[in-house]
């Protein structure tokens, strides 16, 4: 997994700046091997599951007349973000009411839509927030399939090449009371996501080949309340291995767990506070970086190597600043880079949390950002993408607008961003 090599400080300063080139070779050197060619942005914030690209620079300015390759209608509401493999763009997709939960395929080269898949027509759909839609999981695609989930409403298996579905399961419930948001990820053939719920919290691991649960944990958390307003979270998994020993570390309201992600035995558990968890955890330096989204510890550091409880003995540090219920962060060296939900972009010393830089850009986010080639994109609900330089002194470079903001986070392949915004599919390239 992700370890940043100490004592590279992301690029020491040279005449009161961090090099591009510095922080460009940290990152080159301990990244995840990415799939071949590089081109294949398979799930949740990329390949390596933290927002890092490394195929290449991307596209820094646009509008909607200027660096748009093709812009593809696509009704619903979902708020998924796309994943792209063998030439396809994917999304899960629903209807607004949720009746219809569906998989659309869109050829990469040419924005046509490939397929439009049903994959589940619940009766009487979940109640689900105006804020949240019914499809805000983002799949997962590899290995010529697609594994699309949709909280309680169920979980799907799609041929990446035929369209057909291979598998469905629906046997694994929660009322996630504002609809669902944690999306699954992939390791050792085992489909790993949790469900965490007003009334039940548990995280589950489906067989990746058929379907059926191979193992289930209750999250067993003292969480302080018996609100179940207060015991939701929208987490998604995070693979790491420091000393070989493999970890899933899955965030939930009140606090993150460790778990064994071939057994599903807790290994470790940091109490932190805070609901609503949505930040994907990163891992770098020797430590896990958390964010708690609504009250708790907010940022927090905590060294993995520890079990049983470790809030007394391994929480390395905790900010309040950077922190937010929507966005995940960014880890660039050793600096923590996050956008809160009002659109306030803070930058924080990873070793230490102490706040490095702020600005405010302006809008409200949901979607994560994701850096490549030293910049970093930063889209937001209002239309606005903000490329900022990944580097101090953290310069906004760019302001791009289009018609619809992102809800979604942005993915990369071959050169090109690809956008979902609120209507539609785009796909960026550079202006000639």
């Not at 071949?36 to 914030?45: H, I, K, L, T």
């Not at 924005?111 to 009766?123: N, W």
Request: proline share 6%; hydrophobic share 40%.
């Amino acid at each position: 997994m992700r370890h940043i090599l100490h004592g590279l400080h992301g690029g020491r300063r040279t005449g009161g700046r961090r090099t591009a080139t510095a922080w460009l070779l940290a990152t080159a050197l301990v990244a995840m091997p990415v799939a071949a060619g590089g081109e294949s942005w398979n799930q949740f914030r990329g390949p390596t599951g933290d927002g890092v690209w490394h195929g290449g620079p991307l596209p820094v300015e646009w509008n909607e007349s200027e660096g748009v390759a093709w812009k593809t209608p696509i009704p619903g509401k979902a708020w998924s973000s796309p994943v792209i493999a063998d030439g396809k763009v994917w999304m899960t997709n629903a209807t607004e009411d949720g009746t219809r939960l569906s998989a659309v395929a869109v050829d990469a080269a040419t924005g046509r839509v490939l397929h439009d898949i049903t994959l589940f027509e619940p009766a009487e759909p979940a109640f689900c927030h105006a804020f949240n839609s019914h499809a805000s999981s983002t799949p997962v695609v590899e290995g010529g399939r697609l594994y699309a989930h949709f909280g309680s409403a169920g979980t799907a298996c799609v041929d990446t090449a035929t369209g057909a579905v291979l598998w469905r399961q629906e046997t694994l419930r929660c009322d996630h009371h504002r609809g669902p948001g944690s999306s699954p990820i992939l390791h050792g053939g085992l489909l790993i996501v949790p469900f965490d719920g007003f009334d039940v919290q548990y995280v589950a691991a489906l067989d990746a080949g058929d379907g059926h649960v191979a193992w289930r944990r209750d999250r067993a958390i003292d969480y302080g309340t018996d609100d179940g307003d207060a015991r939701k979270a929208y987490g998604t998994g995070t693979i790491i291995a420091p000393g070989g020993r493999e970890q899933v570390i899955l965030p939930s309201a009140g606090a993150t767990i460790a778990y064994d992600p071939a057994t599903g035995e807790e290994l470790w558990r940091v109490n932190h506070g805070g609901m609503n968890a949505s930040a994907r955890p990163l891992h770098g330096n020797g430590l896990v970086y958390l964010n708690t989204a609504a009250g708790g510890m907010k940022t927090l550091a905590v060294r993995p190597d520890g079990s049983g409880d470790v809030t007394g003995s391994h929480v390395a540090w905790t900010s309040p600043q950077g922190s937010g219920s929507r966005s995940s962060q960014l880890l660039l060296g050793e600096r923590l880079f996050h956008v809160g939900d009002a659109g306030t972009a803070t930058v924080l010393d990873a070793l230490t949390g102490k706040a490095v830089w702020q600005k405010r850009l302006g809008g409200e986010f949901s979607a994560s950002p994701i850096v490549a080639d030293g910049r970093i994109y930063c889209p937001n609900q209002e239309g606005q993408t903000f490329v900022v330089t990944a580097t101090e002194p953290y310069e906004v470079i760019a302001e791009n607008t289009l018609a619809e903001g992102c809800m979604a986070s942005p993915a990369a392949s071959d050169g090109a961003i690809y956008l979902r915004t609120k209507g539609h599919l785009y796909k960026i390239v550079a202006k000639p």
